[in-house]
């Protein structure tokens, strides 16, 4: 009840008629039913722009955090380089750091080389601050599995590509789907660097457009309206992941015992 309470609120709030807090009756839906504030969400707001923007954030963060952490994992697992403890070293220290501690210096970064104001320059921060805990995790996962396989396909003529994406990539399927997750919510939920580094009304992220319902026009209908379809991308997630990530998780309980 403590969990679901809240979401059921804001399920009532946005399929209220009315649009501030205090005319909500503490019953789930207790004010009644309707779709004014959904009518409100499209036809008097940026909303699709909005969720347009994110998406293009948070699937470009994706992308490039997963092509960036799974290769670096793999070489730091399977290869030896000078430096390589001293660089997996750094990035753990990069990871203790908290990330507001960075903001300024990213404001500046993004300044001098023109990502201000972008989409492209806030999935370059994600991506950028992805890379040290994700690394790390995939290359723990990929130190677990046995090198046989490798090896024999090396053995049979394969290439180093042929063997880390026919080889290594279906055995790291479950982390990597993890890795895509946490790389995906992270940016559509973030309310922070957004703030920071963009300006335009053109730019705004689905969580800056929400709090401008809310903190310029006082429409809490709305902006729970609005945060409905929040939750949206990680329904699909689920659904597309969840019999995978089930029998990664069977067949580990089952090599445990």
């Known amino acids: 009840l403590v969990v679901l309470y809240p979401f059921v609120y804001v399920l009532t709030a946005a399929f209220a008629g009315g649009n501030t807090m205090t005319s909500l009756s503490c019953i789930p ?3 009644g039913f309707s779709f004014h504030n959904f009518v409100n969400l499209f036809a008097k707001t940026d909303f699709p722009k909005w969720f347009g923007n994110t998406l293009f954030i948070a699937l470009f963060s994706m992308a490039g955090s997963l092509i960036v952490c799974v290769l670096g994992a793999y070489i730091f697992s399977r290869y030896a380089f000078p430096g390589k403890r001293k660089m997996l070293l750094l990035m753990l220290i990069l990871q203790i750091v908290p990330s507001f501690i960075s903001m300024i210096a990213m404001y500046y970064v993004l300044y001098r080389i023109g990502g201000l104001d972008t989409k492209w320059g806030m999935a370059f921060v994600y991506i950028a601050g992805n890379i040290p805990y994700n690394v790390w995790l995939v290359k723990t996962y990929m130190d677990s599995i046995p090198a046989n396989m490798e090896e024999a396909a090396r053995m049979e003529g394969a290439s180093k590509f042929e063997i880390f994406a026919k080889v290594v990539l279906p055995a790291v399927k479950p982390i990597v789907v993890f890795l895509a997750i946490t790389s995906f919510t992270a940016p559509w939920v973030d309310f922070i660097f957004p703030k920071l580094l963009l300006r335009s009304r053109d730019n705004k992220t689905v969580a800056l457009g929400l709090y401008s319902i ?29 019999n995978m990530l089930t029998e990664s998780m069977s067949s580990t309980l089952d090599e445990d015992l």
């Open 214 to 242: 809310y903190n310029e026009q006082g429409d809490f209908g709305t902006f729970c309206a609005g945060a409905i379809f929040v939750i949206i991308p990680f329904i699909l997630f689920f659904l597309a992941t969840q």
């Open 29 to 31: 839906f207790g004010n």
